[in-house]
């Protein structure tokens, strides 16, 4: 599969355009490399998801969704979508291997916008956080 990878230098997609973070030093070191799929909480691990849908890593996607609710293929992205921005609402740790993750990801798709607000729950296994489901 295919997925557009962005410079390591530019800014992380996960991020406002006034934090300008790196995309290497933010989602690039868990999507690639010695940190692969390892994201130190619920948070990192759904930023790092968001990042994902907009580089077309479904790979990646699908690597950190808990194997009970992880569906066999994801779809590619529509043509022409395009990701606006994420706003993290809130995140809450419910014990040590279970958090949920409040946020609004905006995204524009033929003219159109959209915007996905959903609190995403998450579960820890092996000492791996892993996307379980959403509401």
Known sequence: MKSAEPC???ACPC???TERVPYRDCCGRYHDGALQGQAPDAQALMRSRYSAFVLG???YLLQTWHPRTRPSELEPAPPGLHWLGLEVRRHSVIDTDHASV????????AGRAQRQ?????FVRLEQRWYYLDGA
């Open 57 to 59: 890593r479904r790979d």
């Open 102 to 109: 409040e946020f609004v990801a905006r995204s524009k798709l």
């Open 8 to 10: 390591a230098a530019l």
């Open 15 to 17: 991020r406002t355009p």
């Open 117 to 121: 607000h959903e609190v995403s729950r």
